[in-house]
């Protein structure tokens, strides 16, 4: 062993030793605040330094690496088996996939028929929800492809941050409900920053469960990744910017409760319902396999 070998052993001996004594929800929110936060601020980084085209290929080169190294495919083999466990890993069977496919497709129903609903009963914010994107300034298919690898990136680091990292480890330590709880109350705590946060605070709790139900249902993050991916695209396309139109109606309290008021609450009573009976049927097909 080198003179280096020894001098750097000790320090690695006890930055592991504090890690170890480090309370869970400490590390929980250490993890979730270095994997998911800070791991989707990539894209961001990238787009200051290679403005233009370029970007769009070294963000989804960056969003590959992310993948490969926090689920556990790439990096140290020490850390491998943690990496993975955290993220999740696992194959689905084809039956568990066609299954969590539906349950995504109905969670982004449940979360925009809610948007609709709320903002028939509020006014809506627009000034909150503009987020200075800039996408009316660039070509057509720059906008959407930048709005797609933004979802993406929102998709797959806040599930690996929030319903990998961060739910696994408090999961073991206090159970699968009252995980699913505090890592949905830090899921809106990390998002207090967001102008339009305010508005849907509820909303973005019932996100938080929901999402974790869903990991914890599976067993795999891949559907949540997915879903998450799915409704980002309509959040930032349509909520956020006027890239697939604008959302022009007035509360009910102006208008009077309309054909669209109804239908659209209709929308989030079924979907609703549907996705509770289809957690379950996920989680029995999941023991199943």
Known sequence: MTTLDKTTQPQISSLAKVWQRTPVLLKAILMIALVGIV???GIGVISVLLPGPLSLIAMLAYLFLYWKFFSGSWGPNKTAETRKKYFRAGSLSPRLWKWSLLLAALFVLVFQSGLVVTFRLIQFPADLFAQGFGFESLPLWMAWALILIAALSAGLTEEVGFRGYGLVPLEKRYGPVLANIIVSVLFVVFHLNQAW?????????????LFAAFAQASGSLLPGIIAHTVL?????????SDIAGKFEYQPIAITGIDLHFLVWSVLFTVSGVLFVWGLGKV???RLQS
């Open 39 to 41: 791991g989707a601020n």
């Open 197 to 209: 946060s305010l508005p849907l605070l509820l909303h973005l709790f019932a996100a938080g469960l």
């Open 232 to 240: 980002d695209i309509v959040n930032f396309s349509y909520w956020w």
């Open 283 to 285: 989680k029995a097909v």
